[in-house]
């Protein structure tokens, strides 16, 4: 597999205010192959609206939740599917 995930806007371990949760975003890049418009977002498996904002080699994918995030597990189940032109899919879990 040639996806490449990283750069996610809140780091591993970051422990932020959910008031300060605005966004989430994640860098998606392939160095072989192009990734497509079939990557987006999934929140306790459904999937959200995803804005995708072109980096070399890649997409930078943004999500932008319209509800508030709190409660006792400080976030939701976040799911970013990946694909790229060669048909290869990632599912990565934050």
């Given at each position: 597999m040639t996806i490449l995930v990283g750069n996610f806007n809140i780091d591993l371990e970051e422990w932020i205010s959910t008031?300060?949760?605005?966004?989430f975003a994640v860098d998606v890049v392939d160095l072989s192959y192009a990734i497509t418009s079939g990557t987006y977002f999934l929140q306790?498996?459904?999937?959200?609206?995803?804005?995708?904002?072109?980096?070399?080699?890649?997409?930078r994918a943004y999500h932008y939740p319209t509800t508030t995030i709190s409660g006792p597990t400080m976030l939701r189940m976040t799911t970013l599917m990946c694909k790229n032109n060669r048909l290869n899919f990632c599912t990565v879990i934050m």
């Open positions: 008031a300060e949760i605005t966004h306790d498996g459904v999937a959200v609206t995803t804005s995708l904002s072109g980096i070399p080699s890649g997409y």
